[in-house]
């Protein structure tokens, strides 16, 4: 039997029955909500995994927030092929926002409506279900093919930094990640550096500012200074062709940092927060370091001007070579399944795959969904595109483990 003839075994109703229950199972991380949360879709899970008679793993991070394993192993020498779909979803926000139930799953037209439904659970479904189809279509391949279901992607990625840690990538061969990009092939992603830029001023009087340390007029300082150094990165590094420019966003900024504000107050601390977006070419070291002289510079020009960076995450930035086998392998199923060329591309933002990456597996990231669709209100996931990500999935899986 060839390896095309497993999209045959790929179930419409299946894949679209399990993205309706996933999204119908609230996993919006709330510390205040003990055992639910991605807890409860993540037992789910385990029921369902178990029932297609794979070896299955459930696996704490922290009390109340678990990783799901599922291991199909032919029991023959050969590759291991990984898919990463993340159970949490963000926050529906504002319910009045919502044409639809944001946990109904509703269908309207040729689409599935609620959170989760295409950031990521729409794409974890067609993974399972990718995985049926290989088991149904009963190819005699060997190697192995493990469902990575991590927690907390949307926020530090602790569920796939525990999933490295236990010693699960090792002996991963390549992997794909499960992430709303219209099936096109993405084998590059932005990095990313979440940095707390604290100023230290002194507290007075607004009438007698000169008694004090104002804060804030010297934070202004370092942010203008820091936009020079964007504007400096992205003249040295130009607009990359899939990911666009790397930017340094000032996104919070408090001041005090602690404590009521009063317009008669000068405060005597002032905070701003960094969303750092980096792209082929930049070290994050590198980048550091000129935040760091950025604060030297100020504070000798300036005897009064104190600060500190704290860096509180760092996720690299990704690049996949075209010729690695599991590019071609997706990149060759979306050929012979639309009969189409397949379109390369970058994600944006950071997975779960920049840890996979870092931890040595090549990575390639595609599925269903409008990439401009996740975390807005009546955020939805095409049936049809849900279906084709499916049907990619499992030749996927078997084109890389044949060495196609």
């Not at 990095?191 to 008694?211: D, F, I, S």
């Not at 590094?237 to 930017?247: E, K, T, Y």
Request: charged share 25%; aromatic share 6%; proline share 6%.
């Amino acid at each position: 039997m060839s390896i095309d003839q497993v999209v045959s075994f790929v179930e419409e109703k299946e894949v679209v029955s399990l993205t309706q229950k996933l999204v119908q199972i609230p996993s919006v991380f709330k510390p205040e909500q003990p055992g639910g949360n991605e807890e409860q879709v993540a037992r789910y899970l385990v029921d369902c995994l178990k029932g297609m008679g794979l070896s299955v793993y459930y696996e704490e991070v922290v009390p109340g927030r678990p990783n799901v394993i599922a291991v199909y192993d032919t029991g023959k020498p050969g590759k291991t092929i990984l898919f990463e779909g993340h159970t949490d979803v963000v926050t529906e926000g504002d319910r009045e926002m919502w044409s639809y139930d944001p946990f109904g799953a509703a269908i309207h037209g040729n689409r599935i409506y609620g959170r989760g439904s295409c950031d990521t659970k729409g794409n974890l479904a067609a993974a399972i279900c990718a995985v049926k189809a290989v088991q149904r279509s009963k190819q005699s391949f060997g190697g192995k093919i493990i469902l990575c279901i991590p927690c907390d992607e949307e926020g530090m990625m602790i569920g796939i930094k525990d999933f490295i840690r236990r010693g699960w990538a090792a002996g991963v061969d390549g992997a794909i990640i499960c992430e709303p990009e219209e099936n096109q092939i993405c084998i590059t992603q932005k990095g990313a550096m979440r940095a707390v830029l604290h100023v230290y001023g002194k507290m007075a009087h607004g009438a007698m500012p000169l008694t004090g340390i104002n804060p804030n007029t010297k934070m202004a300082r370092a942010i203008v200074a820091i936009e020079k150094l964007e504007q400096r990165e992205k003249e040295r590094l130009g607009c990359h062709p899939m990911l666009g420019w790397p930017s340094i966003t000032p996104t919070i900024l408090q001041a005090p940092v602690k404590g009521e504000p009063q317009i008669n107050v000068v405060p005597a601390q002032c905070m701003t927060t960094l969303d750092i977006r980096t792209v082929p070419g930049q070290d994050h070291h590198h980048i550091r370091q000129q935040l760091e002289d950025i604060l030297l510079e100020l504070s000798l020009a300036d005897k009064d001007f104190r600060a500190g960076l704290d860096v509180i995450e760092e996720r690299p930035w990704t690049l996949t070579n075209k010729e690695d086998a599991v590019v071609r392998a997706v990149a060759g199923s979306y050929q012979a399944i639309t009969k189409k060329e397949p379109v390369y591309n970058g994600v944006p933002g950071a997975t779960d795959g920049t840890f996979l990456h870092k931890a040595g597996i090549p990575i390639v990231t595609t599925g269903a969904g409008d990439r401009h669709i996740p975390h807005h209100a009546d955020e939805y996931v095409d049936i049809g595109q849900l279906v084709e990500t499916t049907q990619l999935y499992a030749r996927s899986a078997l084109a890389f483990l044949a060495g196609e």
